[in-house]
């Protein structure tokens, strides 16, 4: 069973940064397919970035300020937040799909594993 663990949410102030990890249980995680989605209150779960082999992906609306990355050796991939804005606060997700090419990056329903995710509030 995979596992995913995220960590390094919390608060901070606008224009502030964060470093988001996702730790995964498996040493086959090299060849996955890994994502980040965020969900906001009241609002539907959105793609945010995605990384495939040494591949990135990211949404229109984080582009510039998020980046993500992986570290195979460590079975882990983070997301680097940068310039934080009020509108970034979510419930942010890492997901998993084993088969790389399976699906659409960018669709929540095309990821088979989800970790429990980490709050991440903005605000002064």
């Known amino acids: 069973q995979v596992q995913l663990v995220e960590s390094g949410g919390g608060l901070v102030q606008p224009g502030g940064s964060l470093r988001l990890s996702c730790a995964a249980s498996?040493?086959?995680?090299?060849?996955?397919?890994m994502g980040w989605f965020r969900q906001a209150p009241g609002k539907e779960r959105e793609f945010v970035a995605a990384?495939?082999?040494?591949?990135?992906y990211l949404a229109d609306s984080v582009k510039g300020r998020f980046t993500i990355s992986r570290d195979n050796a460590k079975n882990t991939v983070y997301l680097q937040i940068n310039s934080l804005k009020a509108e970034d606060t979510a419930v942010y997700y890492c997901?998993?799909?084993?088969?790389?090419?399976?699906?659409?990056?960018?669709?929540?329903?095309?990821?088979?594993?989800w970790g429990q995710g980490t709050q991440v509030t903005v605000s002064s």
């Open positions: 997901a998993a799909e084993l088969t790389p090419y399976s699906g659409e990056y960018y669709r929540a329903e095309d990821y088979r594993y």
């Open positions: 498996e040493r086959t995680f090299s060849t996955w397919r």
């Open positions: 990384i495939r082999w040494s591949n990135t």
